[in-house]
């Protein structure tokens, strides 16, 4: 079973940020937090990942809480090709598994 | 080019049939896994690879096997096909020398696949 909880959806205005929220209670010290996303029925594609600190690369920013309880995505200024379905995993650094939940769909609005 | 391709990327078939989805690769990964997503549902893992000489059962095996034929190639069998395997399915493949917590997985576009 999936060890994150999403919310099904959420919008956001185009140019706006979008923070798509994570918890994930159960998270054991060896285990990242990874966030991939899906756009219509395509293959998924990888955003960020991170363990403590938070991370931020040219798609995204993770915020992970200091207890690693729950974390924060943010697409800085989302647009309309950001709509997508958001999947936050918990898995191993080494080896591990990728167990889907069934992510948050975002639709981004003009 | 596709990085990760998948053959057929749609396929109509009959209960009983025997199918077998092909998934290659180019990136030069050892890491090679298969997927299955129902509509409205996360992915979900099928069997995986870490190796030419390794196969390991994933979430949802039964009803499935797999074949690696040589690194570059994964591929899926049927062997007799039900209506509820109709589905997309997703191959996808990672580098495990890419440093201990990154393990990013390249995914293919997909085969949609329907059992009537």
């Known amino acids: 079973d999936a060890k994150t909880t999403q919310p099904p959806s959420m919008d956001c205005a185009e140019g706006r940020a979008a923070n798509l929220p994570c918890n994930h209670s159960?998270?054991?010290?060896?285990?990242?937090v990874y966030w991939y996303r899906q756009i219509h029925s395509q293959g998924p594609q990888y955003i960020i990942h991170?363990?403590?600190n938070n991370e931020t690369n040219e798609m995204a920013s993770l915020i992970i809480t200091e207890d690693r309880k729950s974390s924060t995505l943010i697409l800085p200024h989302a647009t309309l090709r950001d709509t997508a379905v958001y999947y936050c995993?918990?898995?191993?650094?080494?080896?591990?598994?990728?167990?889907f939940g069934q992510g948050t769909e975002l639709s981004v609005k003009p | 080019d596709a990085d990760v391709t998948q053959t057929p990327r749609n396929r109509i078939t009959k209960t009983g049939k025997r199918i077998m989805l092909e998934c290659s690769q180019t990136?030069?990964?050892?890491?090679m896994y298969w997927y299955r997503q129902d509509p409205g549902l996360g992915l979900r893992l099928i069997y995986y690879?870490?190796?030419?000489?390794?196969?390991n059962k994933g979430e949802i095996s039964d009803g499935y096997s797999v074949s690696r034929q040589a690194q570059a190639k994964f591929s899926l069998s049927l062997e007799s096909a039900i209506p509820n395997q109709t589905a997309l399915y997703f191959c996808?493949?990672?580098?495990?020398?890419?440093?201990?917590?990154?393990?990013?997985?390249?995914f293919g576009p997909g085969t949609r696949l329907t059992v009537l």
């Open positions: 990136k030069g990964h050892d890491r």
């Open positions: 159960t998270i054991s010290g060896n285990e990242y």
């Open positions: 996808a493949t990672s580098d495990p020398l890419a440093g201990f917590s990154y393990n990013e997985q390249f």
């Open positions: 991170g363990l403590k």
């Open positions: 995993i918990v898995r191993e650094g080494q080896g591990g598994k990728l167990i």
């Open positions: 690879s870490f190796d030419v000489k390794d196969i």
